[in-house]
């Protein structure tokens, strides 16, 4: 079975500070990695997308991926209280699905 | 506009009577798929589709149906809805196999 593990949260941050959201994932044939945030009752929206080890920078996001030790995280920069939602990591296993994990609620306080 | 659009957004139904979710792109992507989405169980896939005319089962096939006779069109099929199937449901697809997924504005399924 693929898992993808993240801490539910909610975590909670002060605006203008550095928001860390981490994903640990099973399945070791992973290719393809994702961020997407979901504000509640919407669907989801990519936020970030990774596919080789290292960092990769979107504006305020940034996505950093670890394949050795199978880790993949966000860092928000510059938090605003428009970021508060849910946070869902997945990755595309070595099957056809694309593997969410529960997501982390992230709070960004004024 | 690139999109992803699923109909109906909200839908009360009652056991046992058959209902279709739509799900049309206008992307020209291969790969679609549909999930369900119930609080703290997070996003299950439930079908996917490769490209025309080749589906496979997810993760909780069960009480679902799916056809892909259009590259565009992936509807979702309920033959015999029950309570156990509310929930929030989304279409999503992808160019290819592990590229981004982009979905649809989703349905809140009710079953009474």
């Known amino acids: 079975q693929k898992e993808v593990e993240q801490n539910s949260g909610p975590l909670s941050v002060p605006e203008g500070a550095i928001a860390s959201l981490n994903c640990t994932y099973s399945?070791?044939?992973?290719?393809?990695f994702f961020w997407y945030r979901q504000y509640s009752g919407k669907s989801p929206e990519l936020i970030m997308s990774i596919y080789s080890n290292g960092d990769k920078e979107d504006g305020r996001f940034t996505a950093q991926l670890n394949k050795a030790s199978q880790y993949v995280s966000l860092l928000i920069r510059d938090s605003q209280p428009s970021d508060s939602a849910t946070y869902l990591c997945?990755?595309?296993?070595?099957?056809?699905?694309?593997?969410f994990g529960k997501g982390t609620s992230l709070l960004v306080t004024p | 506009e690139a999109q992803v659009t699923q109909n109906p957004r909200y839908l009360i139904t009652v056991t046992g009577k058959k209902l279709t979710v739509t799900c049309s792109q206008n992307?020209?992507?291969?790969?679609m798929s549909w999930y369900r989405q119930d609080p703290g169980l997070g996003l299950r896939q439930i079908y996917y589709s490769m490209n025309v005319e080749v589906t496979d089962k997810g993760d909780v096939p069960e009480g679902y149906k799916v056809s892909r006779k259009e590259k565009r069109n992936f509807p979702l099929i309920l033959e015999s809805p029950s309570p156990n199937q509310t929930s929030l449901y989304f279409c999503?697809?992808?160019?290819?196999?592990?590229?981004?997924?982009?979905f649809g504005q989703g349905t809140r399924l009710t079953v009474v």
């Open positions: 399945d070791r044939g992973s290719q393809s």
């Open positions: 997945a990755f595309q296993g070595s099957g056809y699905a694309l593997n």
């Open positions: 992307m020209n992507h291969e790969y």
């Open positions: 999503a697809s992808s160019q290819h196999r592990g590229t981004e997924a982009f």
